[in-house]
C-alpha cells in the first residue's frame, strides 16, 4: 500500500506529465530547458523522484505555471 508520501509524489509526477504534454514538450526537451537531468524528469513523473521546491520551481517556470499547479491534488 503506497504511503502518504508516495501517494503525494505520484500526484506531483501526474500533474507535471498532463502539463508538459499539453504544452507540447519531451521530457528531454524539458530538462534541457530547466537545467535539470532528463532522467529526473522521468523519475519525477513516475512517482519515484522526490524533487525539492527549487527543482520544482525551475520545471514551474519553464512550463509558464504556478508551482501551485505541480502540486494540486496533493
Known amino acids: 500500500m503506497a504511503t502518504n508520501a508516495n ?3 505520484l500526484v506531483i509526477g501526474q500533474n507535471l506529465r498532463r502539463i508538459r504534454t499539453a504544452a507540447g514538450l519531451l521530457q528531454e526537451q524539458l530538462a534541457l530547458e530547466a537545467d535539470i537531468d532528463r532522467t529526473y524528469v522521468s523519475q ?10 527549487l ?3 525551475k520545471i514551474s517556470d519553464r512550463l509558464k505555471v504556478g508551482l501551485a499547479d505541480l502540486i494540486v491534488g496533493v
Open 44 to 53: 519525477i513523473e513516475r512517482g519515484i523522484g522526490n524533487p525539492s521546491i
Open 55 to 57: 527543482t520544482l520551481k
Open 7 to 9: 501517494k503525494t509524489l
